[in-house]
């Protein structure tokens, strides 16, 4: 659906020395770390540790006092929030935020909203254009619907289905925006052990077929062990490991981390 951002190994995020405090308590300590385009980057650390922390500062929802972050050569400070989806940044969320009462389809038209150009106005008095834009929307949506194999519940409210088919809505609706980085915030919860080995391969699809460089927020090891490319590891707000997922698994840091133990 789009062409890669950057040449392939290039850094599409930098992420230097973020630290964030909240009235004196620091919740990330000169964090740092970069993801390739391409590349699936795993975020892990124990509940505490900073991870949404660190995704609501990519997304623009909270603000750092030290370091920078920049996303396609370009630096997020100062950037609103509303212009994280036309820049190349979509999200999820852990818990579910979606319009329960409308259909599969239309959840999935609604992330469409920040590739339009016509405003209210010109919607509402159907200028010219808005017609066409309005096709191409429709168009995408249903193209996401088969991707995620949604067809069958395409037009049911999101409200009468099972709550691994919403987790999918939802990642339609982030991917309606066509994002280069695609920002997963534990994506596995709530599921089943086949959902989690389907997800994985999602994820995986996601990747190869729509071009899309994720960064994955999740506590289930397993599944961020088995599709990351990197692994960056987090305790109270610093990093404590960052490279292949074999090399993260086996570090002592995260061992005790989790552990309570250097094992």
């Known amino acids: 659906m789009q062409a890669p951002a950057g040449a392939p190994g290039e850094p599409l995020l930098c992420v230097q020395g973020v630290t964030v405090r909240f009235r004196g ?14 590349q699936i980057a795993g975020l892990i650390g124990p509940n505490g540790a900073g991870k949404t922390t660190l995704f609501n500062c990519l997304s623009r929802l909270y603000d ?17 929030r509303h212009r994280m ?33 016509k405003g209210f106005l010109a919607n509402a008095l159907r200028a010219p254009g808005v017609a066409a834009e309005e096709a191409e929307s429709d168009s995408r949506a249903r193209e996401l619907v088969r991707f995620l194999d949604l067809q069958s519940v395409a037009h049911q409210r999101v409200a009468d289905l099972p709550f691994g088919t919403q987790k999918r809505v939802e990642l339609g609706r982030a991917l309606a925006s066509e994002p280069k980085l695609l920002l997963l915030d534990e994506p596995a919860a709530g599921l089943n052990h086949e959902e989690v080995a389907a997800l994985g391969g999602l994820i995986r699809n996601i990747r190869d077929a729509l071009k899309t460089t994720i960064l994955l927020v999740e ?45």
């Open 85 to 117: 989806a036309t820049l190349g940044i979509g999200r999820t969320f852990q818990n579910l935020a979606l319009f329960r009462t409308m259909t599969v389809l239309d959840n999935i038209k609604v992330g469409r909203h920040s590739r339009t150009r």
């Open 219 to 263: 506590h289930h090891m397993s599944l961020v062990m088995s599709v990351s490319d990197k692994v960056v590891a987090l305790n109270f707000g610093r990093k404590i490991a960052e490279g292949t997922p074999a090399e993260v698994r086996e570090h002592p840091e995260v061992i005790q981390a989790y552990l309570g133990s250097a094992v």
């Open 64 to 80: 750092y006092s030290e370091g920078a972050i920049r996303f396609d050569n370009q630096p997020l400070e100062g950037l609103p």
């Open 25 to 38: 308590i620091v919740a990330l300590e000169k964090v740092s770390f970069d993801v390739a385009a391409g």
